[in-house]
Each structure stands twice: as C-alpha cells, then as structure tokens.
C-alpha cells in the first residue's frame, strides 16, 4: 500500500511566481493535512479537509494561499505570486476517519525555493 | 492554547546507550500523545501513540508512557544503534479542534559509532 505521494519533490520558483503543489493522500483515507516546516518556526498547520470539504484553514497565510481537493485522491496547495519567506518543506499528511484524534501519516513532502 | 516542550535540541549517544528524550505537554483533558521520527529529505514518520494516562506506546524498541500527573511522555530506548540518527518531534492532538497536531521542536539525535 503506497504512502501519501507528494509532487514535485523539489520545486524553485522566481519570486513572484506560482507554485503549486500536490498531494495524493493514502487510499481510503478521509482526512487530508497541509503542514509547513522550516529551521525557524519548525512544523506549522495549515489547513484541513474531510470528506474532500475544507473544514479549517487557520493556518493559511492569507490572500495568497489557497488549497483545494476536487476529488478523493488528490489535493493541491496554491501559492500566488511567491515570495522568499515561502521557502520552506510543505508537507501533506492523511488519516483514515474524518473525526477524532487519529493518526496522521505524512508524505515526503515539497521543498520550495523562492529565489 | 496547548503546547509541546522538548528540552533536548541535540543528544549524542554512542551506540548501546540508553536514550531519554523529554516531553512535557500543557493541554487540558486527555490529547492523544505522538512520537514521530524524521529522517533527512523525508516527511515525519509515525512512531507510536498513546491515549490514555498510563498507558505505554512503543515500537521498534523505543517507548513511552502517557504520564498525565507529570503531563510528560518521554521517549525511550534500551540500546540505541547509528541507523536510529534522526530528529524525533513530540505532538499532542489539539483538544480544541481534536485533530491539529501540536509539534514540540525536536530533538535531533546523533548516534557515534
């Protein structure tokens, strides 16, 4: 049974530019989680979707974030017009109920260099 | 809010040392407790749980006990072998939202051979 899948690996874009990223929860997992991590502020929530709805987004840097899951198996985060302080690992993780304090299994996750 | 505290930034062993690595939570009720190692260009792996006070986490010889009197859950390992090198994070499920996880700083631990 494959792992949360995450692409691209490794992704450097010019400030100012888009990056997405994309995220292929564990079959049969109902819970998706976006989480940042860099030296500085170690591993940070973003956002959360249940049921492919999105349930809390708290975590989101505003205006030029945003993530979505248009079907089960997939989910992308979005970051418009990218700027330095974005560079960082964003990792995606699932679990397999929509409720309570379950597991969360993590993928590899993206590193993204703004240059 | 609830928060997480690892006091180690660092411990080096040699091998067949005994590991402690501290964590102590603040949170009200009972949070599901975590330990995640993680290993250089990859995501956070799930090492093992615990829900309820008392009760003992464990898997591939490391260990801890849910100790809610202390509000503490302290990694542990008999004989640590050079493949254990990794960063090891503590986490509470937040008991406002029920499923944010909540990440101490890690502790990166650095095993002489």
């Known amino acids: 049974n494959a792992g949360v899948i995450q692409t691209p690996r490794h992704k450097v874009t010019g400030k100012g530019q888009e990056a997405t990223l994309w995220c292929e929860p564990i079959?049969?997992?109902?819970?998706v989680f976006w989480y940042r991590q860099t030296i500085v502020q170690g591993l940070e929530f973003l956002t959360y979707?249940?049921?492919?709805?999105?349930?809390?987004d708290s975590g989101m840097p505003k205006e030029r974030f945003s993530a979505q899951m248009p079907n089960q198996s997939h989910s992308t985060l979005k970051i418009q017009s990218t700027q330095p302080q974005d560079s960082a690992v964003y990792l995606c993780?699932?679990?397999?109920?929509?409720?309570?304090?379950?597991?969360?299994?993590f993928g590899p996750g993206t590193r993204l260099l703004v240059l | 809010g609830d928060s997480v505290t690892q006091t180690e930034g660092q411990v080096a062993l040699s091998e067949e040392d005994f590991l402690t690595i501290h964590c102590n939570y603040s949170?009200?009720?009972?949070?599901?407790l975590f330990w995640y190692v993680q290993y250089p260009g990859e995501g956070p792996q799930f090492l093992f749980r615990?829900?309820?006070d008392k009760e003992k986490g464990s898997s591939r010889g490391f260990e801890a006990t849910y100790n809610k009197e202390a509000t503490s859950f302290h990694l542990q390992k008999a004989s640590v072998q050079e493949s254990d090198s990794a960063v090891y994070y503590c986490?509470?499920?937040?008991?406002?939202?029920?499923?944010?996880?909540?990440w101490g700083s890690g502790t990166k631990l650095i095993i002489k051979p």
């Open positions: 079959s049969g997992h109902s819970a």
């Open positions: 949170a009200s009720g009972y949070p599901a």
């Open positions: 993780a699932s679990s397999t109920r929509d409720w309570g304090q379950d597991t969360q299994y």
């Open positions: 986490a509470l499920s937040d008991t406002k939202s029920n499923y944010q996880l909540i």
């Open positions: 615990a829900s309820r």
């Open positions: 979707f249940r049921n492919q709805a999105p349930i809390d």
